[in-house]
């Protein structure tokens, strides 16, 4: 029998191989598919390619044929495709019909290379909104926009793009081989691969677009040009960055040579792999949704028999889940779930302050679980290291129920809390001992207090005193200067600190006021207008004043009728640092240098340097923005815990999450940490955290 | 009731009527899943998935065509965009899981060792010569079945039948 026989022959039988299906197969797909939300009766379909009406495209080749070059001609143009460069397809019926199914404003191209038009628009919803725009040209591969709220991408080696002076993140991955002899002319990484019979690039970004109304909401811009070997050639990469500039509006769209978003993705490396097993890519997930933007990525290293390893790293927010009959496994600093995932596939599961991970195998004989226990030590250790917590418990106190928003003195030694009572009062807290601070006799409010050695200032008012008392306490022997305040103020407590040993600082409306405590005499150091110019004064007032701590720069956000404006004062200048969205809350940093402010619906921030901002996300804003003392941390509360942001300059680089509820926490001077809770027995307890 | 009534009653909103035709098409759906995908644990999986989206664009089926090359392209549209996106992790994980044929072993033994290769061949080939093979050598189906299933005239379908021919001769050939 001749070999294209023989090969006919065992391929017929191995048609006629009994393939084995499970039992419970059609019961399990039948109850999936009833859990599953049926379609309409109307006939909603939940992934289609819109067509065009043909009765249009029919009458505009006619009228094409005529000559006639009206709006039907445009029609036409549309039809028959166009040789690309500049091109207009918002009027496209297509894309019309499907900006108005999904909730965010399409990301449309201005430009595409010549010889491509628009073939396809693809429209998913079945599970989040996916819109594709497929351009077909000729003799090359598809051209393919996709926008959607999340966005997957695999890629060995990767080079950043900036668009504009946005700190958006956009990837370039290219796993793209020469064709023919010699090497391509466009830039980008080549991925070598035994296998790699996929040629292209991936260029990504996100992109501001409306959703639910929401101006600060994003979405994933994929632009793809990927050929099988029948499909022809692909886009060259500068012309991808062409096409990404038609669509963004920005005419900068260029390579970086630092990776600087890619520092938000920064998974971490195990450094133990078996022997054998080399890296192969990374493998991530990004997704936008309640304008939170989560990841996850995935390390891969394989063997040449295909053997794979697999280090999957996503966002300590999100739990892991383990089966009940996982193996819970000592590691380095955390517990280590060891399960199956399917028959074939081992995995260890663990928690980290970084990263939640899970290490898994295809072939449990060459990778064994000591194998997967080194590996995920070889990670927990790095965490360790680098990204130390405040979790180390050095003391402990007891308050009075209710009572937050602790101060402390420089040495430490002491704090300052407020305690809900009729009204919010001041205590201060030293040698075991609880002192009422001076001003309950006015049944007042109390404003924030600022240290200077073992003295401290604040201010007092109240209803019947709206321009209240200033005091200057001596933690020393507890006496007390008490200053009559000229001031006015609607309502809240000033925020004075000292500016040096005989004078305090506070802001009215008038502008900066200075006392000496030695003349005893209020002065108005220097003038603000804050009706008109750059900042002004709504009836509400100054929303949130803040201190350097060094007491030489001060920053106020006013809501005004172009929004809200945050400016800061400094020897004299006035710099509008932001203007538009809202800000709730700012501070300053311990170096005196760096202002960071949150934004937005409590779920963005930024960081300004006197010159630059660099933005940040959050999930969900809840408080108590501080950078911790003597460290390049932004720490905040936030839905999920306490988030320790790493900084470099004004990049956050790295996010750690402590669990938990702390909403009542304070810094310590030292960078100690306190945390504030109910003890359980009508008793507040202050734990001190020292890092580890 | 016969196939196309069933598809007429699901797309007036009587879905449950789909069962049937998940029973009905079991076995050709799973080997044809199992084929496509070259292990019995995504095939299980494509399975299900390719019936989830099956009852989603039930309207789109026509109900005088084929409703098993229907389903044929969903499967093959669900491992093709899956295919794109995890190639890399599929080539590199996807270790050929044999399913053993249940007749008696005696009579495959001397073949055994040139299946696992095949299969393993098969697994590397581009979709548009796989499909056409599973469907050909595997489902039996005719080139001209082939066409309107895939959408492609019946000289393409040929063509890439020969090419992936080739290709396994050569590399049976190679791995001797």
């Known amino acids: 029998m001749n070999k294209d026989k023989q090969l006919e022959q065992l391929l017929r039988d191995m048609g006629k191989e009994n393939i084995k299906r499970p039992s419970d197969l059609v019961a399990k797909t039948i109850n999936r598919m009833h859990s599953t939300p049926s379609p309409s009766k109307g006939g909603r379909h939940y992934m289609k390619t819109i067509t065009k009406n043909m009765g249009i495209v029919v009458a505009a080749s006619i009228l094409l044929l005529v000559g006639l070059f009206t709006t039907w001609g445009t029609l036409s143009w549309l039809s028959n495709g166009t040789a690309g460069g500049s091109i207009d397809i918002s009027q496209d019926e297509r894309i019309i019909e499907v900006q108005q199914q999904v909730p965010f404003e399409l990301a449309l191209p201005t430009w595409v290379p010549q010889g491509y038009s628009l073939d396809e628009v693809k429209l998913d919803i079945s599970d989040e909104f996916q819109v594709s725009l497929v351009f077909a040209g000729s003799g ?25 002076d946005w700190e958006d993140g956009y990837i370039i991955g290219s796993h793209h081989r020469g064709w023919g002899n010699g090497p391509r002319s466009d830039i980008g990484y080549y991925y070598e691969s035994p296998h790699s019979d996929v040629f292209g690039h991936t260029l990504f970004f996100t992109h501001r677009s409306a959703i639910y109304g929401d101006p600060y909401e994003r979405t994933f811009v994929s632009v793809v040009s990927e050929s099988l070997e029948s499909e022809g050639s692909t886009v060259p990469t500068r012309e991808m960055l062409d096409i990404v500039k038609g669509i963004t509006g920005v005419d900068k769209v260029e390579f970086v040579s630092e990776g600087e978003n890619f520092k938000r993705w920064s998974l971490i490396t195990p450094s133990y792999i078996p022997r054998g097993f080399k890296y192969s890519g990374m493998h991530l997930t990004a997704e936008f949704k309640g304008g939170v933007v989560t990841y996850s990525g995935e390390l891969g290293y394989v063997t040449p028999g295909y053997d794979l390893i697999k280090v999957r790293q996503w966002d300590p927010r999100r739990p892991i889940t383990v089966p009940e009959s996982a193996e819970a496994i000592q590691l380095m600093d955390t517990v280590g779930y060891y399960h199956w995932i399917d028959s074939h596939t081992p995995a260890l599961t663990f928690e980290t302050t970084a990263f939640n991970v899970e290490v898994s195998t295809n072939n449990a004989e060459l990778v064994n679980q000591g194998d997967l226990e080194a590996i995920a030590n070889s990670i927990t250790s790095q965490i360790s290291k680098v990204y130390e917590t405040p979790t180390e418990v050095i003391s402990k106190y007891h308050v009075l129920p209710t009572t937050s928003n602790l101060i402390f003195s420089p040495d430490a030694s002491m704090f300052v809390g407020y305690v809900e009572a009729n009204n919010r009062i001041a205590q201060l807290w030293k040698d075991d001992t609880l002192y009422d601070l001076p001003g309950m006799e006015t049944l007042s409010q109390y404003g924030p207090v600022s240290w200077r050695g073992e003295r401290l200032v604040y201010h007092v008012v109240s209803d019947d005193d709206k321009s209240g008392l200033f005091y200057v306490y001596n933690t020393q022997d507890h006496n007390f200067v008490k200053i ?209 | 009731m016969d196939e196309q009534s069933i598809v007429l009653r699901c797309q007036q909103g009587e879905t449950k009527l789909l069962d049937q035709l998940v029973r009905l098409h079991a076995d050709s759906l799973h080997r044809f899943c199992y084929h496509l995908s070259g292990n019995a644990d995504s095939a299980a999986e494509l399975f299900q998935d390719t019936w989830v989206k099956a009852l989603k664009n039930i309207n789109q089926c026509k109900a005088n065509g084929t409703i098993l090359g229907w389903l044929f392209t969903i499967a093959a549209n669900i491992h093709k965009d899956r295919y794109r996106r995890h190639k890399r992790w599929q080539i590199l994980s996807r270790k050929p899981q044999l399913a053993l044929p249940t007749d008696s072993m005696d009579e495959r033994l001397v073949n055994l060792e040139q299946r696992v290769l095949i299969r393993q061949e098969i697994n590397k080939l581009d979709d548009s010569q796989r499909i056409p093979l599973i469907l050909f050598y595997f489902e039996d189906y005719s080139v001209d079945a082939i066409a309107k299933i895939l959408e492609v005239p019946e000289g393409t379908v040929k063509s890439r039948l020969y090419r992936a021919r080739k290709h396994l001769k050569n590399r049976l050939e190679v791995l001797k």
């Not at chain 1, 090359?140 to 504009?164: K, Y």
């Open chain 1, 140 to 164: 090359t591969a598809p051209l393919v926009i996709t926008q959607s709220t999340q966005v997957e991408v695999f890629f060995r080696d990767i080079e950043f793009v900036q668009i504009g």
């Open chain 1, 484 to 692: 009559q305040s000229t001031l006015e103020w609607l309502n809240h407590p000033l925020q004075p600190v000292f500016i040096n040993d005989e004078t305090i600082a506070a802001i009215d409306t008038d502008g900066l006021w200075t006392y000496n405590l030695q003349d005893e005499s209020w002065n108005l150091e220097t003038h603000l207008d804050f009706q008109g110019g750059s900042s002004s004064l709504t009836r509400n007032g100054i929303q949130k004043l803040s201190w350097s701590p060094d007491g030489s720069k001060v920053a106020w956000i006013a809501h005004t009728e172009s929004g809200a404006e945050l400016t800061v004062f400094n020897e004299g200048e006035i710099t509008l640092v932001h203007q538009g969205e809202e800000i709730l809350d700012l501070a300053w940093s311990w170096d005196n240098k760096r202002l960071a402010a949150i934004t937005g619906a409590n779920t963005q921030g930024f960081i300004w340097d006197g010159e630059k901002k660099s933005s940040f996300d959050i999930n969900y804003y809840l408080g108590n923005l501080a950078w911790v003392p003597g460290k390049e941390i932004l720490a905040f509360t936030e839905y999920s815990g306490l988030a320790l942001n790493h900084v470099q300059g004004i990049e956050v680089v790295h996010t750690n999450i402590l669990a938990g509820d702390y909403a009542n926490h304070a810094w310590l001077p030292n960078g100690n940490l306190a945390h504030v809770l109910d003890d359980g027995e009508e008793r507040y307890e202050v734990t001190i955290f020292h890092w580890q």
